[in-house]
């Protein structure tokens, strides 16, 4: 989920066992969205995106659903390893005045638990 | 594969020095950001570019300008670093709108 402050919401999960990782954005205009995986003392790495056209979108392990309704995006990674220990963060493509910035969330860490 | 270049990982400067963060990407990007991270705050804007020579504030643009006079590189210039301004700095890039951005190693900056 989205939080403000200096502690990063966190996610443990087993080894093997499916995660989902929350999040809220803020734009009901926001148009594009984006889970990026960030692992220390790296720069953040796309893992997939979703147009706001769709609802749902499915690629190798990972699923995002979008519900616009509410405003809300999730990542879900099936049969987690422990390389998918990082922390993940969403972003939202925002129109504004015909050039549209890309703005993220907080980040939620999550660890693999061998 | 895309390359973003940001061009020191690591820098440290003294207060109310004038500093230079460079970005250069490879792809004939027309968009490119900076970004500020922050623990617990995530990434925030700084500034983006749209265009050479075209540039929009972000989020958080004050302390900070940015310079694109070439379409593949980004500068984000601190006109007088103080040390509220020790982050990491993460540059991005991308083709157009509604395309994955590709972001730099990040530099972390130390103003002492």
Same mark, same amino acid.
């Given at each position: 989920g989205e939080s403000v402050g200096l502690h990063l919401p966190t996610l443990s999960v087993q080894e093997g066992d499916n995660s989902i990782i929350n999040c809220a954005y803020s734009?009901? &205009?926001?148009d594009y969205f984006i889970w990026y995986k960030q692992e220390s003392g790296k720069g953040p790495q796309f893992i997939i995106d979703i147009r706001s056209n769709m609802d749902k979108r499915q690629g190798q392990r990972v699923t995002v659903l979008l519900n616009k309704t509410v405003k809300h995006l999730s990542l879900q990674i099936a &049969?987690?390893?422990?390389?998918?220990s990082a922390v993940y963060f969403c972003a939202e493509n925002r129109p504004r005045f015909g050039n549209e910035k890309l703005t993220f969330g907080t980040g939620t860490r999550l660890t693999i638990i061998p | 594969d895309v390359k973003v270049t940001q061009s020191s990982r690591y820098l440290v400067k003294r207060t109310g020095e004038k500093v230079f963060l460079e970005c250069v990407q =490879?792809? =004939?990007?027309e968009n490119m950001f900076w970004y500020r991270q922050d623990p617990g705050l995530g990434l925030r804007l700084i500034y983006f570019s749209y265009d050479v020579k075209m540039k929009e504030k972000g989020d958080i643009p004050e302390g900070y300008s940015v310079s694109r006079e070439k379409k593949e590189r980004f500068s984000l210039i601190l006109e007088s670093a103080s040390t509220n301004q020790t982050s990491m700095y993460l540059c991005a890039s991308r083709l157009t709108v509604n395309t994955e951005a590709f972001f730099g190693q990040g530099t972390r900056l130390t103003v002492v």
């Open positions: 734009n009901s &205009a926001s &049969a987690t390893q422990p390389g998918d | =490879d792809m =004939d990007h």
